[in-house]
C-alpha cells in the first residue's frame, strides 16, 4: 500500500473512534455503605482465613463477602438505593492493602434499576479516602469505566457499623 493510503486509513479509525468517544455520558453519583461486621444482622463476614491466626479486615489472607445496603443519605433510615456485593481480600503481608471486588447492584427504586457497577482494585486500608477502579457495568452502565473512592464517615465499634461514603464517577453508553 501507498503511504497515501496508510494515512486515508489512520484517518478514518480516527473519525470512526472519535465519533465512538463522543457518545460517551459522563454519571456522577455519592452512595453511602450501611455496613455491619458483627452481631446477628452481620452484611460483612469473614469466610475463611490463614489456620491458627486472626481473621480480621488487618490478618493477611482473611477474605470476606459483603452484602451491604446501599442508600442514597448517611443516615441508615434512607432510602436503599442498591447493594453492595461481593468479596475483600487482605492482601498485603501487613494488612495495609485489602483487594475489592464489588458489584454495586441497582434495586428497582432506582432510574438504574436492574444496571451494575463492577468496582476493583487494591483499597489502602490505612488512607482516609480510598480509591478503585470501576472496571465495567451493565445495563445503563454498559461499557463503565472510571474510579470510586470510599471513606469511612461514620464508625461505631461497640455495634461493628460503619457508614462508607462511595464517590462513583463513570464514562459509560
Known sequence: MTTKLYLSLLLVIFICS??????????????????????????????????????????????????????????????????????FVTSALDGSNTHVLISIVFTNSTKYNGSTLEVQGASRQVDKVREVAVVAGTGKFRYARGYATFETVYFDRSISYSVIRCNVTVKHF
Open 18 to 87: 472519535h465519533s465512538e468517544a463522543s457518545k460517551l455520558r459522563t454519571t456522577t453519583m455519592t452512595l453511602y455503605f450501611q455496613d455491619r461486621s458483627g452481631g446477628p444482622n452481620a452484611t460483612v463476614v469473614p469466610i475463611t482465613g490463614l489456620p491458627g491466626h486472626l481473621w480480621s479486615f488487618f490478618s493477611f489472607g482473611t477474605i470476606f463477602c459483603a452484602d451491604d445496603p446501599i442508600t442514597e443519605g448517611l443516615d441508615k433510615s434512607s432510602p436503599e438505593i442498591a447493594r453492595g456485593q461481593g468479596i
